[in-house]
């Protein structure tokens, strides 16, 4: 297993010694740095080189489903600053409403209790 990993490790590092042939896999070619800006011809391209002009990108919308979709986006803009401001008064009355209801049952038990303790007595 020691032999195994040694000889990886020779691989892996023969590929970056410049006196190896299997140095970048036999390929000379200098790779463009910071002051080339260009694609490597080497590196293939769906585009057409030749091509000058971006080819025209259509529209989805028209100008009227543009407005609106844009009206509705600054209406639900609005609306989520509206939301935190609303959440805390309606948790409140929720609260309040949740002790209330606590209250009646207790209240309820306690009249039930005396019940059962009129009962047996």
């Known amino acids: 297993m ?3 990993m040694f000889a990886s490790d020779v691989e892996f590092r023969n590929q970056f010694d410049r006196s190896n042939p299997t140095y970048h ?3 000379e070619t200098a790779v463009p740095t910071q002051s080339e800006k260009r ?3 080497s590196m293939p391209t769906e585009f057409d080189p030749n ?3 971006k080819p025209a990108v259509e529209s989805y919308l028209s100008d009227q489903e543009y407005l609106t ?3 509705l986006r600054s209406k639900f803009t609005e609306m989520k600053k509206i939301m935190p401001r609303l959440c805390s008064p309606i948790e409140m009355m929720l609260r ?3 002790t209330k209801k606590e209250e009646e049952l207790e209240k309820g038990l306690a009249a039930e209790k005396q019940k059962i303790e009129d ?3």
């Open 2 to 4: 020691a032999e195994d």
């Open 25 to 27: 896999g036999g390929n």
């Open 39 to 41: 694609v490597p011809e």
């Open 51 to 53: 091509q000058v002009e």
């Open 69 to 71: 979709t844009m009206e």
């Open 96 to 98: 309040l409403k949740t």
């Open 119 to 121: 009962a047996k007595a």
